[in-house]
């Protein structure tokens, strides 16, 4: 089920439903910040590094969905990373960048193992193109449906009603799963009683205010019991969600 999110992007989730994961290897680090810095707008987690060591210590730490690896580093080249990075991470997708633009040197990426190649200068919406079809051939990450809200290791699906949080299938009330919608339409975002009673009740704040607190008390135990909270309260402001930490 491919869908478009409000920014016209399809939404790619890691199996567990966090986001996918990408690390940036190259040694100019403007470049590299601009890369992270498109690639998060993706909504996905990034991480770099500046040379071939770096990028193998961090690959064993991060565990990377995808590489978007510079040939040219200056304590090895990237081919001799990818050799390492397949050690550690066999599947990891990797996508070189070069200044290199010969047939010969796309063969030689190619045949070490990387999965494609682009050619600086480069555009962005290029490499992250390149970079979400091989995620997705890959198999390693899903598309998210614009119906289905996460936060964190919940997932809450508009249109089934289902609510999971990680691989347990939690049963709601419909005033529940309102409640929750809401909720998790603004995660980390402080919702007076007020707001919440418009959104859920649809009547406006007069007095009220204790089946909020009750039905919070109902979501917690089937959602935060014998885990990480993410149900929390601000006294005085309201009640927020927000990923376990």
Known sequence: ?????????????RPDRSPVRVLVVDDEAPLA??????LRYEGWEVRSAGDGAGAVR????????????????PDMDGLAVLGRLRRELSDVPVLFLTARDSVED?????????????????SLEEVVARLRGLIR????????????????DLVLDEDSHEVHRGDDSI????????????LMRNPRRVLSKAQILDRVWNYDFGG??????????YLRKKIDAGRTPMIHTRRGAGYLIKPGE
């Open 1 to 13: 089920m491919t869908t478009t999110s409000p920014q016209g992007r399809t939404e790619l989730l």
């Open 33 to 38: 910040e601009l890369l992270s810095m498109a």
């Open 58 to 73: 961090t690959a064993r730490d991060f565990r990377p969905d995808a590489v978007i690896l510079d040939v040219m580093l």
């Open 106 to 122: 796309r063969i030689a990426g190619l045949t070490a193992g990387g999965d494609d190649y682009v050619t600086k200068p480069f």
């Open 137 to 152: 051939r890959s198999g390693t990450a899903s598309v998210r449906s614009e119906s289905t809200l996460v936060v964190g």
């Open 171 to 182: 049963h709601l009330t419909a005033t529940e799963f309102e409640l929750l919608r809401f």
């Open 208 to 217: 009220q205010a204790n089946v909020v607190e009750l039905y919070i008390s």
